[in-house]
Every structure is written in C-alpha cells, then in structure tokens.
C-alpha cells in the first residue's frame, strides 16, 4: 500500500530564514504530486503539483518554490521565509491511475 | 478555473440526527468529488467520494449525493456520533489525462452534542 512520508514534522523559523519541506512517496510510481497549505482554521490551498519528474506546476505566486528530482521525492523550499508562511503544509500523491488524493502527515511551520 | 463553495461553515447536531453539507462547484467538466474528514492537528482523511457517472454512494452511516444539472453534491451523515467531530472539506477535480488537481471547499466545522 502506498505510504507518504513528510518531514520534518514541526518545525519553527525566523522570518528571512530558508526553508526546506521533503517528502517521499512508497508504494506507488509515477504518481501525481502536490503540496497544499492550509493557514490556521482555514481551508486548502494549492501552491504546487507536479506530473513527473522536474514538471512543476505553480498554483499561487509566492516566495515558495518545489522540485521533484526523482519520481517519489518532491521539495518544497523558499530562500527567505515571511510571517504569512506559517501554516500547516501537506504533501499529497495520487495513487495508482485514478485521481484520488492521499496526504501526509503535514508539516507545521511556524515563522517567528 | 473551478470555484468550489460549501455550506454550512459550522454545524451543529444532537447525537444520534443527521447531518447535512452541501457544495456547489463551477466548472461542468469536474467529474470527480470527493470528502475528507480532518481532526484538529491532523491531515484530511478521505470519507468517501463520488464520480460523476454514479447519483449517490452509500458506505454505512454516510453518503454522497450528486446533482450534475444543477452542479452541487451533498454528504450526509446519518445516526452521528461523538467521534464524527470534526472538519469537512468538499472537493471537485476534473479528471484531465492525468492532470488531477484537487480544488476544495472552505470547510464544514462539524460538532456532534452529546
């Protein structure tokens, strides 16, 4: 069964600090990608999602940005955090050929 | 792009009715609507989900309803316990060779009264 596997799990920044959120899929190839965040109390948002190896695909402007060097791995990174970076981001994978979504565990990202 | 709106933003309920979220979406192409369950701290859990070639799906005590004409769907919780207690999020996809991307309600706080 496929497995996601984010880290780290919490985590607490300065503002202007980099950023570095991995995480690893199990289970499952060539799946769908994509990292969501979702600020306290609210809802989902897209930032990124990718279809393969080095394709990326940017949902919303910001001072983040993903890479995927290898089927299973996808990266979440930004050179200088902001205070409205703080959230609770979540990786996510498709699974076999449909388009269901799985999620990691998430990753809790204070910017302080 | 599709546009997803869901309602109630909180509910709540006496143990043992029924409970109601419903949400409309905007793009006539999406075909695939999932809901996910997410308790506080944790990551949304898929419930059930629905396509669009099918009206309802039942699994136990919750169901999906989808109206393609008038582009909403519903879930429905029956006999709710305690444990159903939680954040509802509604989503809608269409299914583009590959292409899913996952775009989701506001989400539905869900309390169940003892």
């Known amino acids: 069964s496929q497995t996601i596997h984010q880290w780290p799990a919490t985590l607490v920044q300065p503002v202007g600090s980099p950023l570095s959120l991995e995480c690893t899929v199990e289970g499952t190839s060539n799946p769908n990608l994509y990292w969501y965040r979702q600020a306290a109390g609210r809802g989902l948002q897209l930032l990124f999602y990718s279809v393969g190896i080095g394709q990326i695909s940017s949902e919303v402007p910001q001072n983040l940005s993903a890479s995927r060097p290898q089927d299973r791995q996808f990266i979440l990174s930004s050179k200088k955090l902001l205070l409205s970076d703080s959230g609770f981001y979540l990786c996510a994978s498709t699974r076999g050929s449909g388009n269901t979504i799985y999620f990691g565990e998430g990753s809790w990202l204070t910017v302080v | 792009g599709e546009n997803v709106e869901q309602h109630p933003s909180t509910l709540s309920v006496q143990e043992g009715d029924s409970a109601v979220i419903k949400c409309t979406y905007s793009d006539s192409a999406s075909n695939y609507f999932p809901w996910y369950k997410q308790e506080l701290g944790k990551r949304p859990q898929l419930i059930i989900d629905i396509r669009s070639n099918v009206g309802e799906k039942k699994d136990q005590r919750i169901a999906v309803t989808l109206n393609k004409t008038a582009k909403h769907f519903s879930l429905h919780i029956t006999e709710t316990q305690p444990e159903d207690s939680a954040v509802y999020f509604c989503?809608?996809?269409?299914?583009?060779?590959?292409?899913?991307?996952?775009?989701f309600g506001t989400g539905t706080r869900l309390t169940i009264i003892p």
């Open positions: 989503a809608a996809s269409s299914s583009n060779f590959g292409n899913e991307k996952l775009t």
